[in-house]
């Protein structure tokens, strides 16, 4: 099964959960003296990625591919309830690496940034002092290298939030030119 297949099953599975399930209603009227964080517009991310990409060595099928472990910061602006704007750094802490014939083989490993629009198409209370929201994401991004090749970027994510603001996710993404699957975790503050 290819990294492309795994990511289209997900955004497929995802749509399709998407359509049939109930979800809460954003427009209700919050508690307000629970003070819910929902209501802010802003909500700033430092969390971890793990990058699997299957482009590295195409020429070459004898090497696999390791994953490289980067930074991810993100950045989101909540126009209402369901949709937001979301900004993305994600940057590299090791090297693409390749394993062959037992020798590891290394290469730059460049930054990048991505913007786009993010859905929440579901969210359901989670007892009295959280929620848990099912996030979908669309943007393009670049790569920041001399090369500066663009790609469009999926992401899907589950994203656990507090009423005081403490968010935590975990999730996945999929650059679709740059053939590129990611594992997205970390925390993040709504405000």
């Not at 020429?59 to 209402?80: C, K, R, V």
């Not at 959280?130 to 991004?141: D, N, T, W």
């Not at 994510?157 to 603001?165: A, D, F, P, S, V």
């Not at 740059?178 to 503050?189: E, Q």
Request: hydrophobic share 45%; with cysteine; proline share 5%.
């Amino acid at each position: 099964m290819t990294v492309k297949t795994i990511a289209l099953s997900l955004a497929a599975s995802c749509l399709f959960t998407c359509a049939v399930a109930h979800s809460h209603d954003p427009s209700e009227q919050e508690d307000p003296k629970r003070g819910d964080a929902a209501a802010s517009e802003w909500e700033l991310s430092f969390g971890t990625s793990q990058l699997f990409s299957s482009g590295f060595l195409e020429d070459d099928q004898q090497g696999e591919t390791l994953p490289t472990t980067s930074a991810l910061f993100i950045s989101e602006y909540f126009f209402s309830k369901r949709w937001g704007f979301v900004a993305l750094f994600n940057l590299p802490l090791t090297p693409e690496r390749t394993l062959r014939n037992g020798e590891v083989i290394s290469r730059f490993a460049a930054p990048t940034l991505a913007a786009g629009l993010e859905w929440t198409p579901l969210s359901w209370d989670v007892r009295e002092a959280s929620r848990l929201e099912v996030q979908f994401a669309l943007m393009g991004g670049a790569v920041l290298a001399p090369s500066g090749r663009f790609f469009p970027l999926s992401a899907l994510r589950l994203h656990l939030l507090q009423n005081e603001g403490f968010a935590l996710y975990v999730g996945t993404a999929f650059a679709f030119r740059l053939d590129t699957l990611a594992l997205i975790y970390g925390i993040g503050h709504r405000f």
